[in-house]
């Protein structure tokens, strides 16, 4: 078996449809299986998977175990030389899958490898960045205009390799979790995912495990997908935010230490203060012309109170 493809699932029956059709008409010469992992969906995804798709082995699970723990899962049975984490909403490219594969039996020191990801548009999507650290954090945080993606500039972003030739083969420090292809050896020398990440920040501290045995992190432009992006987390808004901050302090706290993790959080809270005259000035005149503001409101409250109770209890940790 080459390679074992996981996915996680989460109320995307539609999605993960397009998603499965695509790996079965791309996926060629090369021996595989698909493992899907359904963390308690309720519109109709695990009957699909069943009936449409019998050659897919499936696990359903009673609730919604999270991302890192439902790979977890997959990776357990899985079979292949490498395993592939791929998300629901994603479609498979010109034999991406194999490709990677391809790539990474040509590239022995590569212990895991992304692809080139790009919007249905066809624009580049973002999915290599750097490990979080104190000064990316306050960059993040402090810098309101980050906000606006019309004002999007590569200085304010530095955590994204704005400057990288991504037309090329690069080293990075982690790859995105819609496409991550891993090796068996790697899995066994260093383990799975830390199951205390729920979702957001898992791959990263994953990545620097990886990184610290001696394997590189490689980006490989010549396979390419499509990532729709954040169809289980745009199913709970309301948490995403938290979600990723405290995936953010979450890999901190283990990579640098409680301290660190807290003066992170220390930032991240200042920033969300900061940015609250801003944001009273602009709802103002979104009052003005009609537009509804709690539920937005409701969504910056929980990450100000995430913040401020973080500042006397690590509300990061599990």
Sequence with gaps: MDVSIIIVSWNTKEILIDCLESIFEQTRDTEFEVVVVDNCSSDGSVEMVASEFPQVRLIENS????????????????????????????????????????????????????????????????????????????????????????????????????????????????????????????????????????????EAEWCHRIAKEGWRIRYFPGAEIIHLYGASSSQVEDDTKVNKRKGTLLFLHKTRGPFCAWLANLIMAVGVLLRIPFWVFVDIFSLMVGHKINKIWNKRVRVIWFHLVGLCYPVWKP
């Design 63 to 202: 609730e919604n175990k999270g991302f890192a723990a439902a790979n977890n899962q997959g990776m357990t049975i899985s079979r292949g030389r490498y395993v592939l984490l791929l998300n629901p909403d994603t479609i498979v490219l010109d034999g991406a899958i194999q490709k990677t594969v391809n790539y990474a039996d040509q590239n022995s020191e590569a212990g895991v490898v992304g692809c080139r990801v790009i919007w249905p548009d066809g624009r580049r999507q973002n999915s290599c960045f750097r490990f979080p650290t104190l000064a990316l954090v306050a960059i993040g945080s402090t810098l309101f205009f980050r906000m606006a993606k019309s004002l999007y500039h590569p200085l304010l972003n530095p955590d994204r390799y704005p400057y990288l030739d991504f037309n090329q083969e690069q080293n990075v420090d982690a790859v995105a979790g819609c496409f991550f292809l891993v090796r068996r050896k790697v899995i066994d020398q260093v383990g799975m995912f830390d199951e205390d990440f729920f979702m957001y920040g898992e």
